[in-house]
């Protein structure tokens, strides 16, 4: 079967770093996606990689090994407003994404 | 107004009622979804429209309704839900070009269900 896997919660510390690791099993790969959740309000995209590598947009980077079926969340500096679930989707042959349950990021002052 | 709107944001209903969630995108996309959020679950997909044809139906249960009267808007028709049905409800749309695969979906802030 489908299935994706990412930790529950995760707690860091404000200004420091924070990886978030996925892992995924899927028929066949057409990207892997992280999106951010606040609590109560929409899920935003923040990263798309298809390749191997790591890609940056500013405090925030997304790296994918796909002989790995991996991929993690890299958030530096963090700041309070960082904390939020972030959700990793695989999509799969068939273009349908597959969701993980999402890590819920809580930041301590 | 721009990205996905969905109203009512909250609705509490009983299990005889029947209810409708609404959607509206106002970015152009041709595919819009819905989707089911509980809580420490992945996101279950329940519908695809595609240019308001339905492409998807996750076996969703016939008492949830999808009615796509045109690319913008999007409606869940909800009639004798039960109590595990409680949940959000989450719209979304997105430009779907399968050349690419970065099929980005924008979410709307939800509707949080609550039956009784």
């Known amino acids: 079967g489908q299935n994706i896997d990412q930790p529950t919660e995760m707690t860091a510390t404000e200004g420091a770093i924070v990886q978030i690791n996925c892992t995924y099993q899927?028929?066949?790969?057409?990207?892997l996606f992280w999106y951010q959740q606040h609590a109560g309000e929409a899920p935003t995209f923040l990263s798309y990689?298809?390749l191997d590598g790591l890609e940056e947009k500013g405090r925030f980077s997304s790296f994918l090994s796909r002989s790995k079926g991996y991929s993690y969340l890299l958030l530096k500096e963090l700041q309070m407003k960082d904390s939020a679930s972030y959700l990793c989707?695989?999509?799969?042959?068939?273009?349908?994404?597959?969701w993980g349950a999402g890590t819920k990021l809580i930041i301590k002052p | 107004e721009t990205g996905v709107t969905q109203t009512p944001r909250h609705l509490v209903m009983g299990m005889t009622n029947k209810k409708s969630l609404k959607c509206e995108q106002h970015?152009?996309?041709?595919?819009m979804y819905w989707y089911k959020q509980s809580a420490k679950k992945p996101l279950e997909l329940m519908f695809v429209y595609n240019f308001k044809e339905q492409t998807e139906n996750n076996s969703v249960p016939s008492r949830f309704s999808p009615e796509c009267p045109n690319s913008s808007h999007l409606f869940l028709h909800l009639h004798t839900l039960q109590p595990e049905d409680s949940a959000l409800y989450l719209c979304?749309?997105?430009?779907?070009?399968?050349?690419?695969?970065?099929?980005?979906?924008?979410f709307g802030a939800g509707s949080r269900l609550t039956v009784l």
């Open positions: 970015l152009g996309h041709n595919a």
């Open positions: 990689n298809v």
């Open positions: 899927t028929s066949g790969f057409n990207g």
């Open positions: 979304a749309s997105s430009q779907v070009d399968t050349s690419s695969g970065a099929n980005v979906l924008t």
């Open positions: 989707a695989c999509m799969d042959s068939n273009y349908q994404l597959i």
